[in-house]
T-cell receptor, first 114, second 111 residues
């Protein structure tokens, strides 16, 4: 089946540094990928929609200069958390539409900013 | 905007059936999904149903949709301890657009 590979699975970084999270569609082309953030014991919050070859569409309240999204190819989308702060610590998940139905999710990235 | 609601917790005994309920507000929702999330992992699509369907069965899973009441349920037959996880329902208007998720129902299966 369709697989989205997300890396890294977890990362710890110092406050003020930037972290890049990658999502790759392994056996299909993903024109659109979605980036979600999940707080502990809470649902997924859509952050942005990443479109191949064009600018990402950010949800209201999400800082586009802080969460940089690049979708340069049909199989790769990246989310860069710039100048990370402890409040950015969260679980970030990407997803892509796989085929005619449903979405395939990456395994998520646990970001901890210290 | 769209809203999807679920009860937060459900506890059942192994071998019993589990029923997880979900309500949504967007009458134009066309695609309705159930996802499973195990601790520290991403979401796994369990099943889906189109809005023009009333029921869908897939092995131990049965999805019921009451479009009039905007109510969706997931029934897991013969629940096993491996079914313990968080279950999210989600809806989308198109099959290529963004999904709106409920807050998730934590299912605990006791031996």
């Amino acid at each position: 089946g369709a697989v989205v590979s997300q890396h890294p699975s977890w990362v710890i970084c110092k406050s003020g540094t930037s972290v890049k999270i990658e999502c790759r569609s392994l056996d299909f082309q993903a024109t659109t990928m979605f980036w979600y953030r999940q707080f502990p014991k809470q649902s997924l919050m859509l952050m942005a929609t990443s479109n191949e070859g064009s600018k990402a569409t950010y949800e209201q309240g999400v800082e586009k200069d802080k969460f940089l999204i690049n979708h340069a190819s049909l199989t790769l989308s990246t989310l860069t958390v710039t100048s990370a702060h402890p409040e950015d610590s969260s679980f970030y998940i990407c997803s892509a539409r796989a085929g005619a139905l449903g979405y395939t999710f990456g395994s998520g990235t646990r970001l901890t900013v210290v | 905007g769209e809203d999807v609601e679920q009860s937060l917790f459900l506890s059942v005994r192994e071998g019993d059936s589990s029923v997880i309920n979900c309500t949504y507000t967007d009458s134009s929702s066309t695609y309705l999904y159930w996802y499973k999330q195990e601790p520290g992992a991403g979401l796994q699509l369990l099943t889906y149903i189109f809005s023009n369907m009333d029921m869908k069965q897939d092995q131990r899973l049965t999805v019921l949709l009451n479009k009039k009441d905007k109510h969706l349920s997931l029934r897991i037959a013969d629940t096993q301890t491996g079914d313990s996880a968080i279950y999210f329902c989600a809806e989308s208007v198109t099959n290529a657009g963004k999904s709106t998720f409920g807050d998730g129902t934590t299912l605990t299966v006791k031996p």
